[in-house]
């Protein structure tokens, strides 16, 4: 009976079991590629920097939530332990140990080993573990223990192999691998009276609780001190330990334990409640074997794995549920039952129940919305809308996209919104019986009522609809208000139901609709408060979600005021559902689907977001002080450092040289590239959604160019100088030899133009000769002309004459011939017209002179000038002008007065210049 009976509590608690551990706490994992490190993890512990420190085979990390570091000892061995004190990080390895300490953003080791001999050579003189007993500190290896008082070094040997050493009260117990438990006193070492059944186990943890003494055995489980002896764990969970070997123990507050196991992962047992997690690779651990167990200030577990880490957030508001079977799929709304949860998912609708998923019958495809009313879940699918009621599923319509199931605030009624219209349930007794809202068969999302006759509708893809109904639910009217209110971007519009009013979230501005104008009106406590919010989900009256900028806050409203409380984004980063987040409250918790599952957090939990921040910048991989320089044109990287890496962790975001725009700090990093010379200014902020709040700054200057430094505007003015002097003395020369040049040139140029004018004198010397030689030819051709026609005619004459003389003997009749032929050879006026004719030609030029400077000459004085100019005396022009010599002087006196000639200035002479 004593046998069924344990079997039968072992079962139910192992039933219990499997359906506690759905939830469980956030879990961030790190491997290799994260810290660039090797597999195993000895030892975990966070310094009094905040950061968190890891004893990694090799190398010493440190990770402080932004960077991770690693740190090789100068002799390469391999790190095995480590303990923080103030802000010395002591570390033990293989034949040495000493302590690490943070300097100008660095570690720096410092052996206390070096140059003793204090290891023997044959031993395996690893220290596994350091701790402090007694103002000492005790260093810890498989043969002996060092105990260093910061001077001296005193080396306590055992007659056994040593697994590990623990301090209990003012007790120090040491454990051999085969030989049990000792107590130590001084150097001396005695087995307590009962722990036996201690033998041949290796001890791996020795832990008080609740005024109880716990020894964690590697095979033989958990064993609890007791007056007379040890005695086993009452606990089923202390076979399972058994079976996977129990590597390392430690308890927690809020009266938890955690064990970490060989091939299981961890397990969190809670004494409360008297259940467990277990957080393996089953779920969300990358590996089974936990080989050191630490703590951070939030009382959050860092777990040092045989290949990687995991941070455990055990005391975050937050838990998870994960699916990493596949079979839900993307869950799209969850309601917690008497029995578990019963799920919607884009798969079907499921019953989690006892640890195993069940798909509800003839629910295959997309499932939609869950709503509890009473006892009832009404469940909106695809191929219409179910009631599970009792763990029994009926289908209550066939109307297809039960999107989203709505209560109206005036009185019991509820309403559903579907790919074609609206379906209206006014009796909760009896969901089967529905009515469907006539005339409106549009793919709606949202529906919601606050007064009587009149509900508001939101398209599945644009639009505000106002319908107004009779009693019957008969459409009177629908009115699209959003094009009424001349919205133009009117896609996905929400509805969000607050305290009796209904608002409407219409491109990130919340609207109100004013009846008196029929038209929505943007509303000030809103907008005022809740800027660039993309979606809103309801949880009750005083509490919703908002989305901002893909951060989600959970909003209290109290006393008039909205207290935020920002969801940090590693939680559901990349899982949200977009315009389909959905809210289920239980109890003093709420669900939200995801991706992969669905979260639960606690609906009073404030984030108080950690203010405290530390600022390290790094230019070149040093650490540049604040108000420190760098360089022109280097990489500024500034890590923002919380030292919280839990819910807490706060949303950091800055501002550079005051500038008006918040930048989010993404992975608590800033890195500043191109900056102008000068002094420069990053404030970092705190945000909670509403208020930014300045928590930090760092102030630095940015040198000038190298080519703008001291010595180059030094060099730059010298070669400035050089140039100026260089190019003075060369222009000086070029001027000098110009100079030189231009007077030769000058004096060439001179002898050229007194030859050129000596030639062109000459020239016009020849000119002027061979003019006058012409003019003269021509006179002289004038007057041969003239003497040969006058020649010619008095010879003819003389002939003629001589002629009659030889022939007339009559003396009257003689004198009368010599007449007749005297008249005869006269020139007659057509032979002087032809003598005029070429005598005019050949003076056309001198005419032409001179009768442009001459106009009122007239023809016979021009002539007169001719004859003139030809150099004949007036008795020689008088025949040729046919008038008497007198004539001639009287009309070349009136061509002097004409000419304006006196008396003094030869006429001739006057005429041959011309």
Same mark, same amino acid.
């Given at each position: 009976?004593?046998?069924?009976?344990?079997?039968?509590?072992?079962?139910?608690?192992?039933?219990?079991?499997?359906?506690?551990?759905?939830?469980?706490?956030?879990?961030?994992?790190?491997?290799?590629?994260?810290?660039?490190?090797?597999?195993?993890?000895?030892?975990?512990?966070?310094?009094?920097?905040?950061?968190?420190?890891?004893?990694?085979?090799?190398?010493?990390?440190?990770?402080?939530?932004?960077?991770?570091?690693?740190?090789?000892?100068?002799?390469?061995?391999?790190?095995?332990?480590?303990?923080?004190?103030?802000?010395?990080?002591?570390?033990?390895?293989?034949?040495?140990?000493?302590?690490?300490?943070?300097?100008?953003?660095?570690?720096?080791?410092?052996?206390?080993?070096?140059?003793?001999?204090?290891?023997?050579?044959?031993?395996?003189?690893?220290?596994?573990?350091?701790?402090?007993?007694?103002?000492?500190?005790?260093?810890?290896?498989?043969?002996?223990?060092?105990?260093?008082?910061?001077?001296?070094?005193?080396?306590? %040997?055992?007659?056994?192999?040593?697994?590990?050493? =623990?301090?209990?009260?003012?007790? *120090?117990? #040491?454990?051999?691998? @085969? &030989? !049990?438990?000792?107590?130590?006193?001084?150097?001396?070492?005695?087995?307590?009276?009962?722990?036996?059944?201690?033998?041949?186990?290796?001890?791996?943890?020795?832990?008080?609780?609740?005024?109880?003494?716990?020894?964690?055995?590697?095979?033989?489980?958990?064993?609890?001190?007791?007056?007379?002896?040890?005695?086993?764990?009452?606990?089923?969970?202390?076979?399972?330990? %058994?079976?996977?070997?129990?590597?390392?123990?430690? =308890?927690?507050?809020?009266?938890? *334990?955690? #064990?970490?196991?060989? @091939? &299981? !992962?961890?397990?969190?047992?809670?004494?409360?409640?008297?259940?467990?997690?277990?957080?393996?690779?089953?779920?969300?651990?990358?590996?089974?074997?936990?080989?050191?167990?630490?703590?951070?200030?939030?009382?959050?577990?860092?777990?040092?794995?045989?290949?990687?880490?995991?941070?455990?957030?055990?005391?975050?508001?937050?838990?998870?549920?994960?699916?990493?079977?596949?079979?839900?799929?993307?869950?799209?709304?969850?309601?917690?039952?008497?029995?578990?949860? *019963?799920?919607?998912?884009?798969?079907?609708?499921?019953?989690?129940?006892?640890?195993?998923?069940?798909?509800?019958?003839?629910?295959?495809?997309?499932?939609?919305?869950?709503?509890?009313?009473?006892?009832?879940?009404?469940?909106?699918?695809?191929?219409?809308?179910?009631?599970?009621?009792?763990?029994?599923?009926?289908?209550?319509?066939?109307?297809?996209?039960?999107?989203?199931?709505?209560?109206?605030?005036?009185?019991?009624?509820?309403?559903?919104?579907?790919?074609?219209?609206?379906?209206?349930?006014?009796?909760?007794?009896?969901?089967?019986?529905?009515?469907?809202?006539?005339?409106?068969?549009?793919?709606?999302?949202?529906?919601?009522?606050?007064?009587?006759?009149?509900?508001?509708?939101?398209?599945?893809?644009?639009?505000?609809?106002?319908?107004?109904?009779?009693?019957?639910?008969?459409?009177?009217?629908?009115?699209?208000?959003?094009?009424?209110?001349?919205?133009?971007?009117?896609?996905?519009?929400?509805?969000?139901?607050?305290?009796?009013?209904?608002?409407?979230?219409?491109?990130?501005?919340?609207?109100?609709?004013?009846?008196?104008?029929?038209?929505?009106?943007?509303?000030?406590?809103?907008?005022?408060?809740?800027?660039?919010?993309?979606?809103?989900?309801?949880?009750?009256?005083?509490?919703?979600?908002?989305?901002?900028?893909?951060?989600?806050?959970?909003?209290?409203?109290?006393?008039?005021?909205?207290?935020?409380?920002?969801?940090?984004?590693?939680?559901?980063?990349?899982?949200?559902?977009?315009?389909?987040?959905?809210?289920?409250?239980?109890?003093?918790?709420?669900?939200?689907?995801?991706?992969?599952?669905?979260?639960?957090?606690?609906?009073?939990?404030?984030?108080?977001?950690?203010?405290?921040?530390?600022?390290?910048?790094?230019?070149?991989?040093?650490?540049?002080?604040?108000?420190?320089?760098?360089?022109?044109?280097?990489?500024?990287?500034?890590?923002?450092?919380?030292?919280?890496?839990?819910?807490?962790?706060?949303?950091?975001?800055?501002?550079?040289?005051?500038?008006?725009?918040?930048?989010?700090?993404?992975?608590?990093?800033?890195?500043?590239?191109?900056?102008?010379?000068?002094?420069?200014?990053?404030?970092?902020?705190?945000?909670?959604?509403?208020?930014?709040?300045?928590?930090?700054?760092?102030?630095?200057?940015?040198?000038?160019?190298?080519?703008?430094?001291?010595?180059?505007?030094?060099?730059?003015?010298?070669?400035?100088?050089?140039?100026?002097?260089?190019?003075?003395?060369?222009?000086?020369?070029?001027?000098?030899?110009?100079?030189?040049?231009?007077?030769?040139?000058?004096?060439?140029?001179?002898?050229?133009?007194?030859?050129?004018?000596?030639?062109?004198?000459?020239?016009?010397?020849?000119?002027?000769?061979?003019?006058?030689?012409?003019?003269?030819?021509?006179?002289?051709?004038?007057?041969?002309?003239?003497?040969?026609?006058?020649?010619?005619?008095?010879?003819?004459?003389?002939?003629?004459?001589?002629?009659?003389?030889?022939?007339?003997?009559?003396?009257?009749?003689?004198?009368?011939?010599?007449?007749?032929?005297?008249?005869?050879?006269?020139?007659?006026?057509?032979?002087?017209?032809?003598?005029?004719?070429?005598?005019?030609?050949?003076?056309?030029?001198?005419?032409?002179?001179?009768?442009?400077?001459?106009?009122?000459?007239?023809?016979?004085?021009?002539?007169?000038?001719?004859?003139?100019?030809?150099?004949?005396?007036?008795?020689?022009?008088?025949?040729?002008?046919?008038?008497?010599?007198?004539?001639?002087?009287?009309?070349?006196?009136?061509?002097?007065?004409?000419?304006?000639?006196?008396?003094?200035?030869?006429?001739?002479?006057?005429?041959?210049?011309?």
């Amino acid at each position: 009976m004593k046998s069924i009976l344990l079997k039968s509590v072992f079962f139910f608690f192992i039933a219990f079991h499997i359906q506690a551990q759905e939830l469980l706490p956030f879990v961030e994992n790190y491997n290799k590629s994260d810290y660039q490190g090797d597999n195993q993890i000895w030892n975990v512990a966070q310094g009094k920097d905040k950061a968190m420190y890891f004893a990694n085979n090799h190398y010493l990390l440190r990770y402080d939530g932004v960077v991770w570091e690693k740190y090789a000892l100068p002799n390469k061995t391999i790190i095995r332990s480590i303990l923080i004190e103030d802000d010395r990080i002591y570390s033990g390895s293989y034949k040495e140990f000493g302590y690490w300490k943070r300097e100008n953003g660095k570690m720096n080791y410092v052996s206390i080993t070096k140059n003793l001999r204090l290891f023997d050579e044959k031993d395996n003189e690893e220290i596994w573990k350091i701790f402090r007993y007694k103002e000492s500190l005790y260093f810890q290896s498989f043969n002996d223990v060092f105990i260093y008082n910061g001077k001296n070094i005193k080396k306590i %040997k055992f007659p056994f192999l040593i697994s590990y050493c =623990f301090v209990v009260d003012q007790d *120090l117990y #040491v454990a051999s691998v @085969n &030989k !049990g438990l000792f107590k130590m006193n001084g150097s001396k070492i005695s087995n307590p009276k009962g722990w036996d059944n201690l033998k041949n186990t290796v001890v791996h943890a020795v832990e008080k609780h609740d005024g109880q003494t716990y020894i964690f055995t590697q095979k033989r489980g958990i064993f609890i001190v007791g007056k007379n002896g040890l005695k086993a764990w009452n606990n089923p969970l202390n076979e399972t330990l %058994k079976s996977n070997g129990i590597n390392v123990a430690k =308890f927690i507050r809020n009266n938890k *334990l955690v #064990v970490g196991t060989g @091939n &299981k !992962g961890v397990f969190i047992y809670d004494f409360k409640t008297n259940s467990y997690k277990n957080i393996d690779r089953n779920n969300v651990l990358m590996n089974n074997s936990v080989l050191s167990i630490g703590f951070d200030k939030e009382e959050d577990l860092w777990l040092g794995l045989d290949n990687g880490i995991a941070h455990v957030e055990v005391n975050s508001p937050i838990s998870f549920f994960y699916d990493n079977s596949g079979i839900l799929g993307s869950v799209y709304s969850v309601a917690t039952t008497k029995k578990g949860y *019963l799920i919607a998912s884009n798969h079907g609708i499921f019953e989690f129940d006892s640890g195993n998923f069940k798909m509800m019958p003839n629910t295959q495809g997309q499932g939609w919305n869950i709503t509890k009313i009473n006892d009832k879940y009404i469940i909106g699918h695809n191929d219409g809308t179910f009631c599970y009621e009792n763990g029994a599923l009926t289908k209550i319509n066939n109307v297809s996209g039960g999107w989203n199931f709505s209560k109206s605030i005036i009185n019991d009624t509820y309403f559903q919104s579907t790919y074609s219209g609206i379906l209206v349930y006014d009796d909760s007794s009896d969901f089967k019986k529905s009515k469907v809202i006539n005339d409106f068969t549009k793919p709606i999302k949202y529906v919601a009522q606050n007064k009587k006759n009149e509900i508001w509708a939101a398209d599945n893809y644009r639009g505000l609809y106002r319908v107004l109904l009779d009693d019957n639910y008969k459409t009177k009217k629908i009115e699209n208000i959003t094009q009424q209110s001349k919205i133009k971007n009117d896609f996905g519009v929400k509805i969000f139901e607050f305290r009796d009013e209904i608002l409407f979230l219409i491109n990130n501005v919340w609207y109100t609709f004013n009846s008196l104008s029929n038209k929505l009106e943007e509303n000030e406590l809103f907008n005022s408060n809740f800027k660039n919010i993309s979606d809103v989900i309801a949880i009750d009256k005083d509490h919703f979600l908002v989305l901002q900028e893909g951060i989600l806050y959970h909003i209290y409203a109290h006393d008039g005021k909205f207290i935020w409380n920002i969801i940090q984004e590693k939680y559901y980063k990349g899982k949200l559902i977009n315009e389909n987040l959905r809210i289920f409250r239980s109890n003093n918790h709420y669900l939200m689907n995801l991706d992969d599952g669905f979260i639960s957090l606690q609906l009073g939990y404030i984030n108080r977001q950690n203010r405290g921040v530390k600022v390290e910048a790094y230019n070149n991989h040093e650490l540049l002080p604040d108000e420190g320089k760098i360089k022109h044109n280097t990489e500024l990287k500034i890590n923002v450092i919380s030292g919280i890496y839990g819910a807490s962790k706060p949303n950091l975001f800055y501002q550079i040289n005051k500038d008006k725009n918040y930048i989010p700090i993404t992975n608590g990093s800033i890195v500043l590239n191109n900056l102008g010379s000068g002094s420069h200014s990053v404030v970092i902020y705190k945000h909670d959604g509403a208020n930014y709040d300045k928590v930090s700054s760092f102030d630095f200057k940015v040198a000038q160019p190298w080519y703008f430094s001291f010595w180059m505007i030094l060099l730059y003015l010298l070669v400035i100088a050089a140039v100026l002097f260089f190019y003075y003395k060369w222009n000086k020369l070029r001027y000098t030899q110009k100079l030189k040049l231009q007077a030769e040139e000058l004096k060439h140029q001179r002898e050229i133009l007194e030859m050129e004018l000596k030639k062109e004198n000459e020239l016009n010397s020849q000119e002027y000769e061979k003019h006058i030689l012409e003019l003269e030819l021509q006179t002289k051709s004038s007057e041969v002309a003239g003497k040969s026609l006058s020649i010619a005619k008095q010879t003819e004459m003389i002939d003629k004459i001589q002629n009659i003389l030889d022939s007339e003997k009559d003396f009257g009749k003689l004198k009368s011939e010599i007449k007749k032929a005297i008249k005869i050879n006269e020139v007659n006026k057509h032979e002087w017209e032809i003598f005029e004719t070429n005598l005019n030609q050949i003076h056309n030029e001198f005419i032409v002179n001179l009768s442009k400077k001459y106009p009122n000459l007239t023809p016979k004085d021009i002539k007169l000038c001719i004859y003139l100019k030809m150099n004949l005396s007036s008795k020689e022009i008088a025949p040729m002008m046919n008038i008497s010599f007198r004539g001639v002087e009287l009309h070349r006196y009136r061509l002097r007065k004409k000419l304006g000639l006196n008396q003094e200035e030869n006429l001739s002479k006057f005429l041959l210049s011309l």
